[in-house]
């Protein structure tokens, strides 16, 4: 045979190979229902119907079935991001690779909410008859701007704790963070690597600094036992597709005189279950082991600590850096109600008559302060 006839066509006979292997592997290879590297669940097949066809969902669902259905879909999510990476784009599905694997997700935009959504609080905290104080977590961008490619672009974090200490009204106890955060080294590990929340660290940095804003005795390092697991990824890392970033340790902070064990009720809709403890080890075994700290997100919950004094009851509203800080917060208040109002729509008024909280604190990463749009406060 024609040796430049064989060369010309090699590159077709490779291609149909391919094809035909992935169409084979399809057909074959068991399909999963979760994605522990992407930790979501993949798209079911959509259910038919003449509405769905009409109105293009129908076949929008085949497409993404497809899409999240192929085989070694893994492999080739990791090496499109690689790829983008080596060809100079750097901030895969939005999240930086930076120094050391640190992966560190791109600013927000400036077309933001956060003026809409400070004018909510201030109003908030005008309206109730009690203490409203309020912390708000840096950018890990910002934070660690010394591991960010050459090509980031600018976290303008000063601007933004400037804007909200100066709009918050009088009414709301600003506990500033931004200072204390970006002093530290990164050495301490205030962040996870490969997810965007605060470690333990972090947020019982920002615990003491409440304390200390609030009048409550802190308590030192050494009265906690900690505990380190391995084997943690977090958000950014499933985000980003950067899968050969090196996993790293979650730590979890018991109080020795507790070891956290508290009453714990979550609440969604008219469903409840109740807990005796603030740390749920069980997750540790599964893929998201940040959920350790109160079970991840949920509508609300509530902590019962009958050690604290029984006179203070405070209301968190908060996104999920929250969930870290709250068992902190526990030792100081007998009882915690927290709500994320990404799923809790009811009235706050009303809660706080309801649960007689006499403290309120809202807890938020300033990404999720200036995009929210779940701040409704009544």
Not at 4 to 15: A, E, M, P, Q
Not at 115 to 144: H, L
Not at 154 to 173: H, M, Q, R, V, W
Request: hydrophobic fraction near 35%; proline fraction near 2%.
């Amino acid at each position: 045979m024609d040796k430049r006839k064989i060369k010309k066509n090699l590159t077709s006979f490779v291609f149909i190979v391919f094809i035909s292997a992935i169409m084979v592997m399809y057909f074959v290879m068991p399909k999963e229902d979760y994605s522990p590297l992407e930790k979501r669940y993949y798209e079911s097949f959509p259910s038919f119907s003449g509405e769905a066809l009409l109105n293009g969902d129908y076949t929008q669902g085949i497409e993404n079935y497809l899409a999240d259905h192929t085989p070694l879909r893994a492999f080739f999510v990791g090496t499109n991001s690689y790829y983008n990476l080596a060809i100079g784009n750097n901030g895969s599905n939005g999240v930086y690779l930076g120094k050391d694997d640190m992966l560190i997700e791109k600013p927000f935009s400036e077309d933001n909410l956060l003026e809409r959504n400070m004018a909510k609080i201030k109003t908030f905290s005008e309206e109730t008859d009690i203490p409203v104080s309020m912390v708000v977590v840096p950018s890990k961008g910002y934070i660690y701007s010394d591991y960010l490619p050459a090509n980031a672009l600018e976290y303008k974090d000063e601007e933004y704790f400037d804007f909200i200490e100066n709009n918050l009204g009088s009414k709301i106890k600003f506990v500033n963070i931004l200072n204390q955060f970006k002093s530290t080294s990164a050495d301490d590990k205030l962040f996870f690597k490969t997810d965007h929340h605060w470690t333990s660290f972090g947020a019982y940095s920002a615990y003491c600094s409440l304390c200390d804003a609030m009048g409550l005795n802190k308590k030192s390092k050494n009265d906690f036992s900690i505990e380190s697991y391995d084997n943690f990824y977090g958000t950014s890392y499933s985000t980003s597709a950067y899968y050969l970033t090196k996993r790293e340790e979650i730590e979890v902070w018991r109080d020795k005189e507790s070891l956290g064990v508290a009453d714990v009720e979550i609440i969604e809709g008219q469903k409840s279950e109740k807990y005796d403890n603030m740390f749920f080890d069980d997750n540790l075994s599964g893929d998201d082991k940040y959920t350790v700290f109160l079970d991840g997100n949920h509508s609300m919950v509530k902590i019962h600590n009958n050690s604290a004094d029984s006179n203070k009851k405070l209301l968190i509203i908060k996104d999920s850096f929250a969930h870290c800080l709250a068992p902190f917060l526990s030792a100081h208040y007998s009882d915690i109600v927290m709500v994320d109002l990404r799923y809790y729509k009811l009235s706050l008024t009303e809660l706080i008559k309801t649960e007689g909280c006499n403290e309120a604190i809202f807890i938020y990463g300033i990404d999720n302060l200036a995009t929210s749009t779940d701040i409704i406060l009544y």
